[in-house]
């Protein structure tokens, strides 16, 4: 597989092998909504140190938030794969909806 350019849908499949592989099996769907928004904390706290108010403490200034946003789309894709969804087309699907309805939204928005 390409690993310079990776679509969704390859994402989901080397998910998928690496799980079969090394994982033993997928936690449950419950397990991994606790661990997405767990993964989802860690990022926000880095974000909110960093681009916030809020100081960064000395033990998060060598986070890598790259790796923490990875973290989020790795379980992400595994709920993905576990609930049958294809993520690419998905994803797709949104940026038409949101095309379709916000396409003067933000144009027009005097707040922008």
Known sequence: MDQEHISLK????????????????????????????????????????????QSEKESDKNKDLGDEMADVLWVLLCLANQCDIDLESAFKKNI????????????????L
């Open 10 to 53: 390859n994402a989901q499949l080397q998910v998928d092998e690496w799980i079969k592989t090394y994982g033993v099996r997928y936690f449950h769907q419950l397990t991994n909504m606790a661990i997405l928004t767990e993964e989802v904390g860690e990022m926000a706290r880095i974000i909110a140190r960093r681009y916030g108010e």
């Open 96 to 111: 038409e909806k949101k095309t379709r309805r916000d396409n003067t939204r933000h144009i027009n928005n005097p707040k």
